[in-house]
């Protein structure tokens, strides 16, 4: 469940209707992964799919009804607007790697590839970020990560005006650990494999012949 937290806190969102219901959505265009969040929470709702023009993507939404479930995202900080305003809740650090991956999943992203192409020798990089519009969710993420796996990392303001906490090659290794090579990963099943296959890609380039 610090998996589907973490992914609602990148990409979920809460609405009220005029009738007073409360309802948590999370909306992706990731249909697999969607279908797996479905599982682990045990909802038995419909997914809902919105179809995208030749330039987007089809859109697939999940969207359960409950007030105490909307009731206890409030209490652990995620509000109507919590863009700008939402924090990291208290999660003990067994289940904090799962809510992290979640959160990368959502509003994480991660780059591998050749820089400085026109050298003898190619440098092959890697990057990795994750991304908020709320400050106080990122210098936590910072922090916290400090404690448990990571020592670097760089937060700065992106175009767009959102924010972006950064890290280089070593240190976005040892976010792959962190979030893939732990007991309880394969026991979740839940990560987006496009994501955990741009670190395995850097690994490759890494340890290409050279030509």
């Known amino acids: 469940m610090a998996y589907v937290l973490g992914f609602f806190a990148a990409d979920g969102y809460i609405t009220v209707n005029r009738r007073g219901g409360q309802f948590w ?58 863009t700008k305003s939402m924090s990291i809740p208290h999660i003990p650090e067994k289940y904090f790697t799962d809510f992290v991956r979640g959160y990368f999943d959502g509003d994480g992203n991660v780059w591998s590839g050749l820089i400085h192409k026109k050298r003898k020798r190619p440098t092959v990089n890697l990057i990795v970020a994750f991304t908020s519009c709320s400050r106080d969710f990122l210098e936590c ?29 070593v240190d976005s290794l040892k ?23 741009a670190f395995e890609k850097y690994q490759k380039l890494r340890y290409a012949p050279v030509v």
């Open 25 to 82: 959505s999370i909306q992706i265009t990731d249909k697999e992964l969607l279908c797996s969040i479905k599982r682990t929470v045990g909802s038995e709702h419909r997914i809902g799919e919105r179809l995208g023009n030749t330039k987007e993507k089809t859109l697939y939404r999940l969207q359960i009804g409950s007030n105490e479930m909307c009731d206890d995202l409030r209490k652990l900080g995620f509000n109507e607007r919590k």
């Open 141 to 169: 993420l910072h922090e916290r990560l400090k404690t448990l796996c990571v020592t670097g990392g760089c937060l700065y303001k992106a175009k767009g005006g959102y924010l972006r906490l950064q890290y280089s090659a």
């Open 175 to 197: 976010l792959y650990d962190f979030m893939y090579n732990h007991k309880d990963f394969q026991k979740s099943g839940l990560f987006l494999e496009r994501k955990r296959q």
